[in-house]
């Protein structure tokens, strides 16, 4: 039950969101239904650790531990970004009179981020990505602004032309179901179980096709030129859900099928994942010692830690599985909380160029800690969660025999490292330009950054045993050795 009210609950929101006597309350309305969706989907998580399934409709809606990991995500990040959204979008937004339009697709996008790890089926799981997509592109044009069009544009062209190639991708995954004696009702669970009696050509075939379909969602280079123009355009709520969360989703898609695809004797594939996911962490960390614009910055740290995730999933270790699902968990928070703070930073000094951004801390001295603390976090400073997930995938990989792999992560992760805290450095340390205007950052944009800290601070210091329960069995789902 407590599954089936976490994913429906956005929806409901959506539609009273959309009734014009209820217009006027569209943001209590969708913070409200969204901490109840985050509190069931806490539910959820307890139940899997308790009985290793969570069960609402067999077949339909069903979740292990990988899948309510992800659904604890997006509830979280969902919730905070709505919290946030209520004194950004009065500050920021040209098209207030269109704000409850905003809330009815942002909860819609909710929903869609919600159902996708909550589907038991690898079929519905495309459909809810497709979702996905339509509602970010709605969110990222709203302004109506010609570069916020032109991004959606470009992010609608880039992303849906990933549609028909992952749909065959599904659909050669489902002859090679049905042709090894599978039921009429192919699952997550299903597949996995027949993996080794699966002609294995036929699943390097289909992940090959999902790999580069979703792929072009994810982010991953180089199929992530959308992304920076859709996260520096889109409203920051926006970005903080695209970058925290929309790109962890058809990820978590990918990495399902890659669980299925090291479950079979045969159709090995690992080391071509770390090969990708390398190829993506050394674009972004390049691209990240150019970037100008602050938003553009924290977008193309996604792309790094899309390829990190890949390349520890990609060791095909129960070890390396433990840092992939790790470093989800830590680049979800870690960079909502990256996006909200650019967003106090744009409220408050009114410019995304780095360039123009200078003694932040002696101007605004909240907004320059939080942005030396989210910096520090996702660049994988220690003691930040981010730096735990990198050494344990630094660790698995050596533990592996991927030595050379290895080497070429840790410099890449120190290359970007430096390039971001030497493009902060200035934005927080620099002398202040007298004609450099300050606002006032309003109260739910404060109190969304407090509560995305609290995270942020103790996850790098403790872990609690039930999340490391959790961490456990989302590893366990990944397979490995």
Request: proline share 5%; net charge positive.
């Amino acid at each position: 039950m407590g599954l089936i009210v976490a994913v429906f609950l956005p929806l409901l929101a959506a539609l009273l969101c959309w009734i014009k006597p209820l217009r006027r309350i569209a943001w209590g309305t969708t913070v409200i239904c969204l901490s109840i969706s985050f509190a069931m989907a806490v539910m959820t998580a307890a139940q899997v650790l308790r009985s290793g399934r969570a069960v609402a409709i067999p077949g339909w809606f069903e979740a292990d531990g990988l899948s309510a990991l992800v659904i604890l995500l997006v509830s979280f990040v969902c919730t905070l970004a709505a919290i946030f959204a209520g004194g950004y979008m009065l500050q920021e937004s040209h098209q207030k009179e269109r704000l409850w339009w905003f809330y009815c697709n942002y909860n819609l996008l909710a929903f869609a981020l919600i159902v996708v790890p909550a589907f038991a089926s690898p079929n519905l799981v495309w459909v809810g990505v497709e979702l996905i997509t339509l509602f970010a592109i709605l969110l990222v044009g709203f302004e109506s602004t010609p570069r916020a069009l032109e991004a959606a544009w470009k992010y609608a062209i880039l992303t849906l032309m990933g549609a028909p190639i992952s749909l065959l991708g599904f659909f050669v995954l489902y002859w090679a179901y049905r042709g090894s004696g599978g039921g009429t009702v192919e699952t997550w669970q299903g597949l996995y179980a027949m993996s080794s009696t699966m002609p294995p050509n036929l699943l390097k075939f289909s992940f090959l096709l999902v790999f580069v379909g979703f792929g072009t969602k994810v982010g991953l280079a180089p199929m992530h030129i959308w992304l920076p123009d859709a996260h520096s355009q889109a409203p920051t709520p926006i970005c903080a859900v695209l970058s925290g969360i929309k790109t962890t989703v058809p990820l978590y898609a990918i990495l399902r099928l890659l669980s299925v695809i090291l479950a079979s004797p045969e159709a090995r594939i690992g080391n071509w994942m770390v090969v990708f996911g390398l190829f993506s962490v050394g674009i972004a960390a390049f691209l990240l010692l150019q970037v100008r614009d602050y938003k553009r910055m924290f977008a193309f740290s996604t792309v790094e830690h899309m390829g990190i995730i890949l390349v520890a999933a990609g060791f095909a270790t129960h070890a390396g599985a433990y840092g992939a699902v790790s470093q989800m968990l830590n680049h979800s928070i870690t960079k909502s909380l990256c996006f909200y703070t650019a967003g106090m930073v744009l409220l408050s000094v009114g410019t995304r160029q780095i360039s123009e951004v200078r003694g932040l801390f002696r101007v605004s001295p909240f907004t320059g800690g939080a942005l030396l603390l989210c910096s520090l976090a996702i660049a994988g400073a220690p003691p930040f969660p981010i730096f735990l997930s990198e050494f344990s995938i630094l660790s698995a990989g050596l533990r592996s025999g991927h030595n050379v792999a290895v080497a070429i992560l840790a410099v890449l992760i120190v290359v970007a490292f430096v390039a971001i805290l030497r493009q902060v450095n200035g934005m927080l340390f620099g002398e202040p330009e007298s004609t450099m205007p300050v606002k006032r950052v309003p109260l739910s944009c404060r109190t969304a950054v407090l509560l995305a800290a609290i995270p942020v601070v103790v996850l790098g210091v403790y872990i609690p045993g039930p999340l490391h329960s959790l961490l456990e069995l989302a590893a366990q789902q990944l397979g490995g050795h």
